[in-house]
């Protein structure tokens, strides 16, 4: 079991470990690649899982229903712990709540469960996201406008993926085949990116930084763990679930507390500590998964 879980965390921690230790060295600007993978290589990784003849919307309706009480779940335990620190519930939930189902969650599964897996595993991140870029956004800013939604790349991918599904359109098979490849770029690329990003947050508090990587994955797995049975979910999708919970913040909630002026030196410890805290939960969740 420990050589199997050394096996699948190695590939991902290895590839954020060379884009760390490249960033040390080369401090390369990765604004470009990162806008082209969320622009482009993500949006055909969700499309090409979504659209897939394999694909049934209805065998994930439950997965999608425990991924919406372990993000919103976690928001409402930590809350206390907030409110217990003295922190603003607006700087210290997000992170609580929008975890890194892109850069960890998505090769995780794929190393885990196989390629069979990556439907599920998109749609617990189309879930987060959709959170994430609606709830999320409405937490920092109450007048944002969200019914602008639509049109961020990963969300339109994800509807018209689904549409694709639901009306059983069958793709031209080498048309299938290109969006896939670029699909397949963007794994790599998520994880290469995560180990860039981490050498540029800072850490100016420390101990919140550690509070909140043991919070967060704390409660998503706890919330997983009660959620999975009475949704009926058992096997691959309960332990998708459990390893979701299991995830660190994602560095989306850094670059809204910047872009919103919410504390981003608190939000940014909170996010790499809980990153590199994920060294341990990780391993915990899939222990436990994978039994």
Known sequence: MLLRIVAIIFPVFAIVAVGFFYARRK???????NQLNMDVFVPA???AALASKNFDLTAYWSLATGAVIVVLGSGLLTWPLARLLKV???TFLPPMMFNNSGNMGLPLMLLAFGEQALPAAVVLFFIENVLHYSLGTWMLDHHAKLWTLWRVPVIA???AGLAVSLMKIELWSPLYIAIKMLGDVSIPLLLFSLGVRLTSSGI????LGMIGAAACPLAGMAL???CAPLLGL??????MLLIFGALPPAVLNYIFAELYKQEPEKVASIVMVGNVAS???????LAIALV
Do not use: E, H
Request: glycine residues 6%; proline residues 6%.
């Open 27 to 33: 401090k390369p600007d990765m604004a470009f690649a």
């Open 45 to 47: 990784l969700v499309f």
């Open 88 to 90: 603003d519930t607006r």
């Open 157 to 159: 991918a994800s509807l």
């Open 204 to 207: 100016k508090d420390f101990k």
């Open 224 to 226: 997983a763990w009660v």
């Open 234 to 239: 058992n096997g691959t999708q309960a332990g």
């Open 279 to 285: 060294l341990i939960f990780v391993p915990a969740a």
